[in-house]
């Protein structure tokens, strides 16, 4: 007898978890979550999942009380029964934290992982880590997707002259060569040192800009500092329009004011992450990634291949 497949959402990106259940032709799950007066989360299934195939969508970018949420969602599915609870997390919050690299530090990121797997967790669900070795972080299943399934015809129909690829910094190379190698492309990164949290100091540009076209990639953009020295020493070396994309669109702090104040000239990225109306501007698109995680549901449900996705 074939299990039910049942597909919740958290209340942190509802609008990206009802494009995942339109995919599926699948209704979301009735699920309560409320908060006390004094900030306690409160979560209850509303029907039924006892030996069913759980999938809950939730982001864990800040506040914390997403992450909570997403424990108590898993853990009450295991306490109900379910034959597997799938944690569908499209945005992986405190990613960046994935090593000690000064003394007396958590690493954030293999914490998370332990809590999402002792909450209840049996597989892991995301996109575009902020470094892949997280995936060795947990000891259940991680199907990785990529948000390259969307970006590249995307970045084909815009149809960019002379354009070459460009990594922010040392981290986001990897990313951005193998997006030039799709797209057919040069290559160039910036080398950049953090004299603080959240400051840059641009050091170099590494590779043959002047008179190109710009194609911008990192994973995340979060108060747009990398992005938009990135782009002001591109200019100083001559390149012409400036496109940046991420993944990841959190857009905190002086983000939007920053982007909008600075040479690039549109950005890009995708639904990982609700991103509100105050935090939109004219210059932003933003590309849909449900299809995607519609899709993988639908392959980890069936017990079908999910790699052959990349082909």
Not at 157 to 179: E, K, N, T
């Amino acid at each position: 007898m074939p299990h039910d497949m049942k597909l919740f959402s958290g209340t942190s990106n509802v609008p990206l978890a009802e494009e995942v259940a339109e995919y599926l032709e699948l209704p979301l799950g009735a699920i309560e979550i409320r908060t006390f007066s004094d900030g306690e989360i409160f979560v209850k299934y509303q029907e039924n999942i006892r030996g069913a195939d759980v999938f809950i969508i939730q982001s864990t970018n800040s506040p914390a009380a997403n992450l909570l949420e997403l424990f108590l969602m898993l853990d009450a599915a295991r306490k109900s029964s379910a034959r597997r609870v799938t944690a569908v997390v499209p945005y992986y919050g405190y990613c960046r934290q994935d090593r000690k690299d000064q003394p007396r530090v958590s690493i954030s990121a293999k914490l998370m992982a332990d809590l999402i797997t002792r909450a209840g967790a049996n597989r892991l669900l995301t996109m575009d880590l902020h470094a892949a070795q997280i995936q060795g972080f947990f000891d259940i299943p991680v199907d990785h997707l990529y948000s390259s399934m969307a970006f590249t015809e995307y970045f084909k129909s815009m149809d960019i002259p002379d354009m070459i690829v460009v990594a922010p910094d040392v981290g986001s190379l990897r990313m951005a060569r193998a997006y030039a190698k799709r797209l057919d492309t040069g290559l160039a990164f910036i080398d950049k040192r953090r004299p603080e949290a959240n400051a840059v100091e641009v050091l170099n540009v590494i590779g043959k800009v002047k008179g190109k076209n710009i194609l911008l990639l990192d994973d995340m953009v979060d108060t747009a500092g990398t992005l938009c020295e990135a782009a002001k020493a591109l200019k100083d070396k001559g390149a012409g329009t400036i496109v940046a994309a991420c993944t990841h669109g959190i857009l905190s702090g002086p983000a939007v004011e920053r982007l909008q104040e600075s040479d690039i000239e549109k950005v890009i990225t995708t639904n990982t992450l609700y991103i509100p109306e105050e935090k939109q501007f004219p210059d932003l698109e933003i590309v849909s990634v449900g299809h995607i995680f519609g899709e993988a549901i639908r392959r980890t449900y069936g017990e079908e291949s999910i790699s052959t996705l990349f082909d």
